[in-house]
């Protein structure tokens, strides 16, 4: 299995990490650019934009001019979007440009994650092995909680440099990859016809749509946790900062990253559709109790089931895309369900970071998102059942 999956790992760790380097330090980024919570919700969001958007070209690139030359271009955008910034940096507008570039990256790394994932597992192993690419994004994004905290009051530089020499490092291990996948080019059956035909047939797919939704609110509820749980812990705590809950909101990751790891486990007894489901469902309740949840440490064990929620049914969403779609546009159908997932994952940062700054609270944010949830299971739900059951 290790060399099946070692160079997606690679690949997700360093997007996982320029993914989430900027929350950690939420705190230092707002008073170097004189910002409240909107305003970083704003900044936040310039990255998350770029990597939901990113999703279908991305998958299309990958595609068509093949998988190894899609993935030095995206290092090559990681390695300006994270040094570019030292030229002005409190410059709000040129950060925020800059994050938007590094969501290009970040979008066009993870797919490329997932394409070398599909070239190098066998058929009875992709699950797993996508499971645990997945989970090795999700490992990146909890790395800045455990070092960029602890990097002093300047760390802000850090989290422009870690993900520059992370992107580096790829590229240089890169270089051991077998032969097929560094040599593999442009499909030769992705005409422009072809790939529009594709492109038809992923975004008129009901199914495709449906498991959009739900990973945005699997995947979405993970990088949300990320984004807001410090602030949402130190609100409940009323005693500290945000920082000070950075090395909890890191476990809580690594929870949703031994989830993503491991959830195909629960394939042995239970379908792809029914993990799927339930795991949206349980997301929904308790989204609910953490906005009611008035003590900190009730909100921390909630956050936990959260983030287990959150990446048990990873596998499992993106294997069930895979059925729904033609193999040769795998990256394809998996970018279209990705963009929809990352376009909710956006909304509920903005949503969640709004609502803050305005009434004082994430209580009310995060009871809405529950009842959203609670209704995107209700209406999905039949069609997710209705999809492959192995």
Known sequence: MLSIIWFPAVISISAGYLFMSVAPLSTQFMA??????????????????????????????????????????????AMAASLL?????????????????????????????????????????????????????????????????????????????????LALGAALLSLLLPARVRKSGANSASTLGNLLAALKTVSTSVPIWALGMFHGLSYGTLNNLGQWLPSILADMDGKSTAVAWSLATGCVLLVGTLGRAYGSVFLRWFSRSWITN?????????????????NVYIGLAVGMLLAVLGGSNYGSIFSLTGSVMSPVYLATAAGFMNMIANIANVMLTLVLGTVREYTGSFSMALCATGLFALLVWFAGRRIINGLSQN
């Open 32 to 77: 170097l650019f004189g910002i409240g919570y909107a305003g970083l919700s704003l900044f936040l969001s310039g990255l998350l934009w770029a990597h939901s958007l990113v999703q279908l070209p991305a998958g299309l690139i990958l595609d068509k001019i093949g998988v190894y030359r899609g993935f030095l271009i995206a290092i090559f955008i």
């Open 85 to 165: 910034p030292f030229l002005a940096p409190e410059n709000l507008a040129l950060a925020t440009g800059l994050r938007f570039m590094a969501g290009l990256s970040s979008g066009l790394l993870f797919l490329a994650g997932v394409k070398v994932t599909g070239m190098l597992a066998p058929p009875e192993k992709v699950a797993q092995a996508q499971g645990i690419q997945g989970a090795s994004f999700c490992l990146g994004t909890m790395l800045p909680f455990v070092t960029l905290p602890y990097l002093g009051g300047a760390a802000w530089r850090f989290s422009y440099l870690i993900p520059a020499a």
């Open 278 to 294: 339930t795991a949206v469902l349980a997301i929904g309740i308790l989204y609910i109790l953490l906005g009611l949840a008035g």
